[in-house]
């Protein structure tokens, strides 16, 4: 890819691509983000952002699918241990991660919000001649989806508007947000409000629907809507062979739950999707069953048709349930919508990618083929009157997401800022002024 | 088998086959016996008793499974060609079956009701050497049971009684019952009073549980309880391919039903049963079911077991229900008990048994190891304080119970009417005396 | 509408017109269109045409879904009483229906096939002020689906060409098709090899996706392919509380598969449907029951997603099957593909649109949304080489299709006439020359 | 209960307690009775016996339901820091446990077989004020059943035995099993051969059946015979939103698995049962799970009806796994039948009993109403000639067996060696002579 560097400096790119490399070694999954959170926020810091943190970041009671006490004890003894100042850690314990930097320029000017997500994935770290250096130190724990990747860029954007401060216009919010997998974070932070009064507002993805270094391809198609779901079973335990006409048998309900789950009707509006994707239940052989737990999920080409899906599947949870004389206490552990990006923001985006040499892997469609928490935010601000776009940007891969050889190339970080910054700080960026 | 005859003469014995014969040739299911009951009441006529038909017998709320109105038209036409005065007809049509007799000793003593059942099976009887004469003229329709004897039976009882009135004390109550297949008529016979004041109940089956000629065998160890119930799903229908999502699947609700029915829990305190024998749903290859129909049963060792079963069948049934978003109606279709032959009386009968020469066959416990709709009968004469016990009279048979080839040899009815006779007129029949 | 008229006259406009009401007073289900062949090949032989009838026109093995014998006896005994003679009856008896007319140019040109389907469908006619003169003397069947028209525009066609034979190149095939209905007369008239040689194909449809008089669109989204499967559940009675483990329950396996055919996975590459839309099993309340039938049918958006809709059904048809100890018998009763209309023919056949002032309502795009036995002959056109295509003419309807109160304008049958002929007789015809 | 003392001396009964109370403190659960097995090897020892331990006791490949090499790793080091010389853990590792000590009278006499049962559950005890001085000192296990009791009783019997050698004729087989609990021990005992030419065989339990302290039953109505069974379902993962028809849901056919297994059909010939006590599978909500695992089991009041209700779970688990195209491997973990005790045994028995003032409470009838492992070893003597029977001893309970506050009063220990003393030395003991 020849361009002229218009941003990006090498030193920038070093820095990003050394802070990648660390929050690699250190992943950390949903709601987790202990260490991953300080380091941005000390960054934030560093280039001139006024910095929030805690509590303020993520609404605790809009958190979907937190981690057991003890799992997050456990994460947060590791962050302690790993370098997190315990002044820090108190205002982030029981899982309220994530940070948010604000820069305000000197002249009046849009609102923009630019989100990048931190968490890291419950998979074990392939070992390979490439992440030499840089393998994951957490067992069973690794960024195999490339978010240690944009949370570098977004750190690097931070320090290049830092240092262009003098161009900038309104207001940046870089929001770096928990739990994006599951669809989990979004919603509580989109209910703290750093979305209020936002005109526009950028997300982004490395490596999916693009694979060519300096591909940007606005996705049109919209996202999957989805809902998480865990479903709770509680009966009677009673001996097998003595008395079972006395237990209320809860690994039979989730059975029929889960059988009936995906008989659950296609829909002649578009597709859907149904998962059951864990089943746990029961004590020992010969006890019937008091306890079963599922984890679902639906998903729908529009919200309409999620909705249709997660309507069936608990109608058909509490049928099942009511079937075999036994409770069903139904969970939201995640949801996102489908939102679609704007399309003048796509318009404005091409020029801001122009201007920086980028215009020429730039594509107005494209597809994103599975869910992102990103819709819930871009959601938020499109029904609020402002425009939201999200881009996959382009990169080779070591191997596919969630995949223990998942790599990318990291240029594609240098890439990302460089059409950010250019998106915020061109002047074609008065978005409707 | 050798033994005296005390009551029962050669033209009495004839009387009693020809009677038979002639109710096996003009067969009639559950509360179609318009022609069967019009033949009782003209020979207890005959016989001096005081005759009941029509609505007075079974209390038409209280009867179960009445067939559909159209095929209680064309069996009332059909009992008009072959012979039923249209006067009688009046009072029988719309299913009002049934035929009670009555006749009181000139001394005061106990009443006694003697139950006999008279409706035929939807067999197709088969062609034998042994059935020429007297083979049903009804096309599907045939006395594969044995009620076509039991009627005979009891109106050869009327005969005799009528003729030995002067040795009579107290009342007799001969009770000509319709539907017992199903176990649907019991109930309204009850409901109608005629058991009221009963001191002693008393009844039996041809062939079940005895296979020689001249055994009687006391039923102790119970029925098993039933019930039967019809279940009536309903949802709405929609193409399959161009919206299914718009339909509610009433088919595979019942299917889901199906499944789960056979799935209800064991039980520690005894045998439970249960069965769906008939399944009918759906209009159309390419449409979503908007109707199914169930034909179930439930069984129990004990009423308790029964209950047990048929309160999981209605859990199973409106889960499933709920399940597809569809409705299920439940119907009852049919109900037994599980009463066991009163100790008393069977020690007494033993005697009766024994003076007419009947007593070397005679057994105090007996298993029927089926369902019987006198169980009804008998639950409500011994809750009443009075006693009951239900007979099994041995006879070899050409085929099994309801099986095309079914027959039995016709002496057994003589066995019937003389141990009857003997019960009715001994005097060690002062029961409770 | 208003425009010249080019080949079609009033005479011949009432002379299909009355051929529609005609077929529509005798309308005939699938392999039973005895009358309706009877006629076509009457009017095919008055044009002109060379005519077939019987065997030779759908390969007896090839035909799917056949009615029972005793059904085609009352429906041959029918047409009989309707006119036609006995000896054109012998060679259609057996279900052998449908007619093939062949007819030849002087001069040398391509061979083109064009069908017309024949069947009705077993719907109840309402009774409207319209079809007073001609509403369905046949009770419970009536032409809901506008094949009566199909049927008359085709022998206008017929007439028309044998008019201006002299104009006439190649050859021209005109396929009377019965049973398009459940998709299961295509193949059958496809292997008895009136294709071969084809270098284009036409069909077409009377108000499906298009809802204005003239309007013609080509369908190039292609159909749903399907698959119609009655499966045949066979077990073993027994007595359901004596004996319920010597049974084989038939009827609870099908029930098994009922449920899990709809929970057949969902697919990422396209659409997929399932339907079980009737099931019947079981003999009586108190028997485990020895046979069940279920009617399913798959569809997909492609042959591929069929493909595997069909397989996994199959699959779970016969576990279910091994599941409970039962036989399963799987019989195809119908079947269609996903033929897309080819792209040059459509050209083509715009300008034979306008030639004839059809031009201003053609629209090259469209889709049918449903299975069409069509698409079976149209992909064995294009697997050999030539073109095919299929369009819908626009007709407000009285009520939906498959509906009691269906019905069209009659004026449309003119317009598929005029169509066909210009596109048979132009000379931009030479297709492929 | 007063009785002149026999055999059993105050000393004695001081051992069996203190060993009993050691056994309860060191709990250990089947295939890892290291100390167990090690303590009951001394004693044997101490008392005279010829001592086998390791592979000679158990067969290697017989064993059912053997824990993780990981597992049994940690009960060996938990083993050796208690006492166990590393010698003897050498011959035990593995899950080699039990142990076998003989004895031989010097005259000759009969072979006589007498077996306990060692292993505990996984219960946690729970704190009382009774089990002060000898709770558990295993988290999380328990001696919840009273095979601590069984193997000290049968120790103290070896020390009588050791101290009246002089007495005895024929030759003693005392037999210290490994994992009765799940029956997943009496097989590899008996596959070793310790069985053979024994003419008598004896086992029994404490408190079941019987409440008070001297009470002794005979088990006539036998045991329900069971089959411990894993089923293993094994498919292929994917995206359950991109990719779901690439998936072989595992889950899914587990699930369908569990619903048809309780769905087996009930049998005319007495009762059986089935469970699937335990389920899980999936790795995660948005993944078609590849794996699944079920634990169950199947029992029946004989082993015609286990054997149906187990040919019928495994036809349903294979099934399952073929409907959704995954693969299913059926691990046995445990098995027993259903002996009756031998009705000549019971009647020598009750002479023993009454010979050492045992008879008042002596019944020759009772009823286990659950599983027992010894039911394998008494079927494999009475299959080869010999007779074997099996004996409750009577004591009130703290809390019911396998419940957290169980115990029992120890002196019934010294009832079951006195009896079994008795049983051995006697002289109406000549059994079969």
Same mark, same amino acid.
């Given at each position: 890819?020849?361009?002229?560097?218009?941003?990006?400096?090498?030193?920038?790119?070093?820095?990003?691509?050394?802070?990648?490399?660390?929050?690699?070694?250190?992943?950390?999954? @949903?709601?987790?983000?202990?260490?991953?959170?300080?380091?941005?926020?000390?960054?934030?810091?560093? &280039? !001139?952002?006024?910095?929030?943190?805690?509590?303020?970041?993520?609404?605790?009671?809009?958190?979907?699918?937190?981690?057991?006490?003890?799992?997050?004890?456990?994460?947060?003894?590791?962050?302690?241990?790993? !370098?997190?100042?315990?002044?820090?850690?108190?205002?982030?314990?029981?899982?309220?991660?994530?940070?948010?930097?604000?820069?305000?320029?000197?002249?009046? #000017?849009?609102?923009?919000?630019?989100?990048?997500?931190?968490?890291?994935?419950?998979?074990?770290?392939?070992?390979?001649?490439?992440?030499?250096?840089?393998?994951?130190?957490?067992?069973?724990?690794?960024?195999?989806?490339?978010?240690?990747?944009?949370?570098?860029? %977004?750190?690097?954007?931070?320090?290049?508007?830092?240092?262009?401060?003098?161009?900038?216009?309104?207001?940046?919010?870089?929001? +770096?947000?928990?739990?994006?997998? #599951?669809?989990?974070?979004?919603? &509580?932070?989109?209910?703290?409000?750093?979305?209020?009064?936002?005109?526009?507002?950028? #997300? %982004?993805?490395?490596?999916?629907?693009?694979?060519?270094?300096?591909?940007?391809?606005?996705?049109?198609?919209?996202?999957? @809507?989805?809902?998480?779901?865990?479903?709770?079973?509680?009966?009677?335990?009673?001996?097998?062979?003595?008395?079972?006409?006395?237990?209320?048998?809860?690994?039979?309900?989730?059975?029929?739950?889960?059988? $009936?789950?995906?008989?659950?009707?296609? $829909?002649?509006?578009?597709?859907?999707?149904?998962?059951?994707?864990?089943?746990?239940?029961?004590?020992?052989? $010969?006890?019937?069953?008091?306890?079963?737990? =599922?984890?679902?999920?639906?998903?729908?080409?529009? *919200?309409?048709?999620?909705?249709?899906?997660?309507?069936?599947?608990?109608?058909?949870?509490?049928?099942?349930?009511?079937?075999?004389?036994?409770?069903?206490?139904? =969970?939201?552990? #995640?949801?996102?919508?489908?939102?679609?990006?704007?399309?003048?923001?796509?318009?404005?985006?091409?020029? &801001?990618?122009?201007?920086?040499?980028?215009?020429?892997?730039?594509?107005?469609? !494209?597809?994103?083929?599975?869910?992102?928490?990103?819709?819930?935010?871009?959601?938020?601000?499109? $029904?609020? *009157?402002?425009?939201?776009?999200?881009?996959?940007?382009?990169?080779?891969?070591?191997?596919?997401?969630?995949?223990?050889?998942?790599? +990318?190339?990291?240029?594609?970080?240098?890439?990302?800022?460089?059409?950010?910054?250019?998106?915020?700080?061109?002047?074609?960026?008065?978005?409707?002024?």
């Amino acid at each position: 890819m020849e361009r002229k560097i218009t941003y990006i400096t090498r030193e920038l790119m070093e820095k990003m691509t050394a802070l990648r490399r660390e929050f690699h070694r250190y992943p950390e999954t @949903a709601w987790t983000e202990y260490r991953t959170t300080w380091r941005a926020a000390q960054e934030l810091k560093k &280039a !001139g952002f006024q910095v929030f943190l805690g509590e303020e970041v993520c609404r605790p009671d809009s958190r979907m699918g937190l981690p057991t006490g003890k799992y997050l004890k456990f994460c947060e003894a590791r962050a302690l241990s790993e !370098g997190v100042p315990s002044g820090v850690m108190e205002r982030m314990q029981g899982g309220k991660t994530g940070a948010v930097g604000i820069l305000k320029g000197e002249k009046p #000017g849009p609102v923009r919000a630019l989100r990048f997500d931190m968490d890291a994935l419950p998979v074990q770290e392939a070992e390979t001649e490439r992440n030499q250096g840089y393998r994951s130190l957490h067992p069973g724990i690794m960024h195999a989806c490339g978010h240690d990747g944009h949370t570098a860029a %977004g750190l690097g954007l931070a320090h290049l508007l830092g240092q262009r401060r003098q161009e900038l216009t309104g207001e940046v919010r870089l929001l +770096f947000q928990p739990a994006e997998e #599951g669809c989990r974070g979004a919603r &509580a932070l989109g209910d703290q409000g750093w979305l209020e009064g936002a005109d526009f507002f950028l #997300g %982004g993805h490395i490596g999916i629907g693009a694979e060519r270094l300096g591909e940007i391809v606005a996705c049109t198609h919209g996202f999957l @809507a989805t809902s998480k779901l865990d479903l709770q079973f509680r009966g009677r335990a009673s001996h097998a062979a003595k008395a079972p006409e006395k237990g209320r048998n809860a690994l039979l309900a989730a059975a029929v739950c889960t059988v $009936n789950a995906y008989a659950i009707s296609r $829909n002649g509006q578009g597709d859907g999707r149904i998962n059951i994707g864990r089943f746990t239940g029961g004590r020992g052989r $010969n006890i019937i069953a008091d306890e079963a737990y =599922l984890e679902a999920e639906t998903r729908g080409d529009t *919200g309409g048709i999620n909705r249709f899906m997660r309507d069936s599947l608990e109608r058909v949870a509490r049928a099942s349930a009511a079937m075999y004389g036994v409770t069903c206490r139904i =969970l939201e552990q #995640g949801e996102a919508g489908t939102a679609k990006s704007s399309p003048e923001l796509i318009r404005i985006c091409r020029k &801001a990618a122009e201007s920086v040499g980028l215009g020429g892997l730039y594509r107005e469609t !494209g597809s994103f083929q599975a869910s992102e928490d990103a819709a819930t935010l871009m959601e938020r601000v499109q $029904n609020a *009157g402002g425009q939201a776009a999200y881009f996959m940007f382009g990169s080779p891969l070591a191997a596919e997401h969630h995949q223990p050889g998942f790599d +990318f190339e990291e240029e594609v970080m240098g890439i990302m800022a460089e059409f950010y910054s250019a998106a915020v700080l061109g002047n074609f960026c008065t978005f409707g002024a």
